[in-house]
């Protein structure tokens, strides 16, 4: 028999170690198990046991029943509403402790019971479960409810779908809720275009339970629903919880809605992301098309943030995916453009030459995302956290970790890039002409940058001839005054300005006077 402080080191490794199902019967199959199991199933150790019968879920109970049994009847409610549960699934040899339990005070433990008794399928038992479908206790009914539907045939699922849809067409929101709920237990086919019209209910706390029930179904069928409710600021957080529990069934519907450019790019990374959490074989396509040059910086990095987690959840090899030289070239070039963009402006304009050092950045974030590709994506994850911190040891030490993991081409031409290194001119008189146009041909914000630099230094039509802006650039120099705004405001004061610029969309002026509230505690 295993002393208390061994059984609960053998049970917290067992939790730890999470075996493949494999494993863990062969390991529940040895002669010696049912002894060390039973020795961990202690109603005096109630998370010990807890943990025991977690491990035991969906697995026969074979000699173990005893021993769940004396489970069922502790003082502890949760775990004897767990051990009733399993032994209603192990069918043969818990009978007894399952019509115990349907006369215990405890409400869980006799819902669990419910439940429990129709596993048996019986004729009786099918009529003595369905005796709960009116009670009064919301649990015991959805134990019912979900019992018969879930375990006795065609002949339960007609007993219990009046009362579903009852619950379902009621008035009030908390009985149309509690259908949610109990649909969600039920499980997927039929049921998810039942909870779909749910997420259209006038009362949001009962939209907002169809979205937890569509987090439990992981029915990809509802994707495209679930999508299109990102756009709806309060659902967006259960929409989004939803989508990531979904199986790579779902993937289609979210590439497809990643590639739609008529999308806020906001929302397009979001999905991205997404994609990044549902997984699956074709994933890695679609993120890598999503990283095209053509698209927003902001897109494609979180785009490359979703490859890189991808990688490390799912074990993938290095990536060689088509066009990787290529874009980690233009990403070179850029960065390189950028720093010699900020070697010219130096002191002569702070708000430039911060917005050019933020773009240079995130395109360094970029280019390390994209080698997270082909190398460790941990390593690269603490070298670029460790290249972008404050502490210049840790710096100089991920630097030299960087340029011992590349071939050695590759880190050569990086590794300056990386460490922030740009020229240095004999005076810093503003932006050239050349690397004026440079900048502005490179895309829409640095266009904008290189603009408002020429305005404020009053050189826009000796360079360019006043011809630098069209109406795309008209709309970004005032992004570019709420991103000026912003920046002198503490709490966004450390935010790259390309974030910034995402938020002059939602953002709105107000004048107020000297005493005016703006919000109270608690809004």
């Known amino acids: 028999v295993l002393r208390p402080r061994y059984r609960e080191v053998l049970a917290a490794s067992l939790k730890e170690r999470s075996l493949p199902r494999k494993d863990l019967d062969a390991l529940l199959q040895r002669e010696d198990s049912q002894a060390v199991l039973a020795g961990l199933l202690d109603p005096a150790r109630p998370e010990l046991a807890a943990t025991a019968l977690d491990l035991l879920r969906g697995r026969p109970l074979a000699g173990l029943v005893?021993?769940?049994?004396?489970?069922?009847?502790?003082?502890?409610?949760?775990?004897?509403?767990?051990?009733v549960e399993l032994l209603g699934a192990a069918g043969l040899g818990g009978e007894a402790a399952v019509r115990a339990a349907l006369?215990?005070?405890?409400?869980?433990?006799?819902?669990?019971?419910?439940?429990?008794?129709?596993?048996?399928?019986?004729?009786?038992?099918?009529?003595?479960?369905?005796?709960?479908?009116d009670h009064t206790e919301p649990s015991l009914r959805a134990a019912a409810m979900v019992g018969l539907t879930r375990h006795c045939g065609a002949a339960g699922a007609r007993l219990?779908?009046?009362?579903?849809?009852?619950?379902?067409?009621?008035?009030?929101?908390?009985?149309?809720?509690?259908?949610?709920?109990?649909?969600?237990?039920?499980?997927?086919?039929?049921?998810?275009?039942?909870?779909?019209?749910?997420?259209?209910?006038?009362?949001?706390?009962?939209?907002?339970?169809?979205?937890?029930?569509?987090?439990?179904?992981?029915?990809?069928?509802?994707?495209?629903?679930?999508?299109?409710?990102?756009?709806?600021?309060?659902?967006?957080?259960?929409?989004?919880?939803?989508?990531?529990?979904?199986?790579?069934?779902?993937?289609?519907?979210?590439?497809?809605?990643?590639?739609?450019?008529?999308?806020?790019?906001?929302q397009r990374a979001l999905l991205a992301r997404l994609m990044g959490h549902v997984g699956g074989t074709a994933a890695v396509r679609h993120l890598w098309e999503l990283m095209a040059p053509q698209e927003s910086l902001l897109l494609r990095l979180e785009t490359g943030r979703a490859l890189r987690r991808l990688r490390v959840k799912a074990g993938l090899a290095g990536l060689h995916p088509a066009g990787f030289e290529e874009r980690l070239r233009l990403l070179a070039d850029a960065v390189a453009l950028l720093h010699q963009s900020r070697a010219e402006i130096a002191g002569s304009d702070v708000d430039?030459?911060?917005?050019?050092?933020?773009?240079?950045?995130?395109?360094?974030?970029?280019?390390?995302?994209?080698?997270?590709?082909?190398?460790?994506?941990?390593?690269?994850?603490?070298?670029?956290?460790?290249?972008?911190?404050?502490?210049?040891?840790?710096?100089?030490?991920?630097?030299?970790?960087?340029?011992?993991?590349l071939p050695r081409p590759t880190a050569k031409r990086l590794a300056p890039l990386l460490a922030g290194k740009a020229p240095q001119p004999a005076a810093a008189t503003g932006l050239s002409a050349a690397t004026a146009r440079r900048l502005c041909e490179h895309g829409p914000w640095t266009r904008a940058i290189a603009a408002a630099h020429l305005r404020k230094t009053g050189r826009m039509d000796e360079i360019t001839g006043g011809t630098v802006m069209d109406a795309q650039d008209t709309d970004l120099r005032k992004v570019l005054a709420v991103v000026s705004f912003l920046k002198g405001v503490d709490l966004f004061k450390g935010v790259p300005a390309d974030y910034l610029a995402s938020l002059a969309d939602i953002v709105k002026e107000r004048g107020v006077y000297a005493g005016d509230k703006l919000f109270s505690e608690g809004d």
Not at 108 to 128: N, Q, W
Not at 237 to 258: D, F, H, S, W, Y
Request: aromatic share 2%.
């Open 66 to 83: 005893p021993a769940v049994a004396r489970l069922a009847a502790c003082g502890d409610e949760p775990l004897a509403a767990l051990a």
């Open 103 to 133: 006369k215990d005070r405890r409400t869980a433990v006799r819902a669990a019971a419910v439940e429990a008794l129709c596993r048996t399928a019986g004729e009786d038992e099918r009529t003595e479960a369905a005796r709960y479908l």
């Open 160 to 266: 219990a779908r009046p009362h579903i849809t009852a619950l379902l067409e009621n008035e009030h929101p908390a009985k149309r809720g509690e259908g949610a709920r109990v649909l969600a237990r039920i499980g997927a086919g039929p049921t998810a275009a039942r909870v779909e019209r749910l997420l259209d209910d006038a009362e949001p706390q009962v939209r907002a339970q169809a979205l937890h029930a569509c987090r439990v179904l992981r029915e990809p069928a509802l994707a495209p629903r679930l999508i299109a409710l990102i756009g709806n600021l309060p659902a967006r957080p259960l929409a989004v919880r939803a989508l990531e529990a979904m199986p790579p069934q779902a993937l289609p519907a979210l590439a497809a809605a990643a590639a739609d450019r008529k999308r806020a790019v906001a």
């Open 352 to 405: 430039a030459a911060g917005y050019l050092d933020d773009h240079a950045r995130l395109h360094q974030e970029l280019i390390l995302l994209l080698l997270a590709l082909q190398h460790d994506p941990r390593q690269m994850g603490r070298i670029a956290a460790n290249i972008f911190g404050d502490n210049e040891a840790l710096r100089a030490n991920a630097m030299e970790l960087l340029e011992a993991v």
